[in-house]
């Protein structure tokens, strides 16, 4: 299995402008989730999905972030407009139902100038 | 209050010693514990999970859970180079949710 694949890996992007991110899941995993790691608030949890369904959100910063999942093998998360303290590393992550080992994927190294 | 706190670090050891990081947490009704570890610009990686009370060990590793005082440990025996990284204890919510709960993290370095 690849694992969780995301893209791209780095995005560097100017204040104001529309940014997607992009994730695959492992096949066969029930769950996916979207974290934001950054130094000062190391990983947040933003939003996770079972089963394509969004079940918790609350962990989204504002309404200029949004989340998909139109089907089991692919999920983004969108930001619109993207300010600087939107800079980060965003994490997707799945795992299968009873299973608690979250595999990761690379990461999307997100910079806001 | 953070649902999950470590101590930054850094956390300094020499090769061949014992490294011992500590986590706690604020919901008393937690049940999955879990270690990460991160090396420098990668992905988190699953090293241990514990479940219950005690001790849990696993090679080098052993994980120690105390739930009426909150508190869950990772030990590293043999402390090598490779080891040097940050540890990140994730804690999930009540019996149900299945969402993970990360501490900031404690940067460990092994020194040759």
């Known amino acids: 299995d690849a694992g969780v694949i995301q893209s791209p890996r780095h995005e560097v992007t100017e204040m104001g402008q529309e940014v997607t991110l992009r994730c695959k899941p492992i096949?066969?995993?029930?769950?996916l989730f979207w974290y934001r790691q950054t130094m000062m608030r190391g990983l947040e949890l933003l939003i996770y999905?079972?089963?394509?369904?969004?079940?918790?959100d609350s962990g989204m910063p504002e309404d200029r972030f949004s989340a998909k999942m139109p089907n089991a093998s692919f999920s983004t998360l969108k930001i619109q407009p993207s300010e600087p303290r939107d800079s980060a590393v965003y994490f997707c992550?799945?795992?299968?139902?009873?299973?608690?080992?979250?595999?990761f994927g690379s990461g999307t190294r997100l910079t806001v100038v | 209050q953070k649902e999950v706190e470590q101590n930054s670090g850094p956390l300094s050891v020499p090769e061949g010693a014992i490294a011992s990081l500590n986590c706690t947490y604020s919901?008393?009704?937690?049940?999955?514990f879990f270690w990460y570890r991160q090396y420098s610009g990668k992905s988190p990686e699953l090293i241990m999970s514990?479940?219950?009370?005690g001790d849990k060990e696993d090679g080098r590793f052993t994980a120690q859970l105390n739930k009426a005082s909150q508190y869950v440990s990772l030990l590293i025996r043999d402390s090598q180079p490779s080891d040097s990284a940050t540890y990140l204890c994730?804690?999930?919510?009540?019996?149900?949710?299945?969402?993970?709960?990360f501490g900031t993290g404690t940067r460990l370095t092994v020194i040759p």
């Open positions: 514990i479940y219950s009370n």
């Open positions: 096949s066969g995993h029930d769950y």
């Open positions: 999905f079972n089963n394509n369904v969004p079940i918790d």
């Open positions: 994730a804690v999930m919510g009540r019996t149900g949710a299945n969402n993970l709960f």
């Open positions: 992550a799945s795992v299968r139902a009873g299973n608690y080992g979250y595999t």
């Open positions: 919901d008393r009704g937690s049940q999955s």
